[in-house]
């Protein structure tokens, strides 16, 4: 049985019909047309589908419709605006810190809320900030050091 929803994702209020236990992850790549969070492991355990809820980096794939009624999703496309990139966004750019593109979202997403918490974090702090994003690609010395020069940016 579906219900509505309203929720405001990257800024602009939102009404979808969904089950109440359908995924975050399905509602936005699905309903909304945001493909930047992915689908990796479906258990929350590797990163590729974070989003920031009510400022609190979650994972999509495990959270259900009824959890984020009424919050604030932020997914990897409401990071920066038109014309200018988050300074993680651009950082992983001008690093060339991404290689296959599946994680990066994720990372994204939660090296975005690290810079929030934390403006000028040194290599420790995002090896430990970025610890349940999963990478296959082997290019995670670039990301760090991305994040730490995005870091230094802001």
């Known amino acids: 049985m579906t219900q509505q929803f309203t929720l405001t994702v990257n800024g602009e209020t939102v009404q979808v ?8 992850l399905s509602v936005l790549r699905d309903d ?25 980096v979650v994972s999509s794939c495990d959270t259900p419709m ?13 990071l920066g605006s038109e014309g200018a990139l988050h300074p993680v966004q651009q950082a992983i750019l001008d690093e060339q810190a991404a ?27 995002v090896v430990d900030a970025l610890d349940r994003n999963l990478c296959r690609c082997g ?10 020069k995005a870091g230094a940016r802001t």
Request: proline share 5%.
């Open 66 to 78: 009824w959890a984020a009624e009424g919050t604030s999703v932020v997914t990897v496309e409401g």
């Open 139 to 148: 290019v995670q010395r670039r990301i760090i050091s991305a994040v730490v």
């Open 99 to 125: 290689q296959c593109g599946y994680c990066i979202s994720g990372v994204i997403v939660r090296a975005a809320a690290l810079l929030e918490t934390t403006p000028s974090p040194d290599a420790d702090e």
């Open 17 to 24: 019909e969904a089950d109440p236990d359908a995924p975050l």
């Open 32 to 56: 909304l047309d945001l493909k930047g969070a992915r689908f990796g492991c479906g258990l929350g355990q590797c990163g590729a589908c974070f989003v920031q809820l009510d400022g609190k």
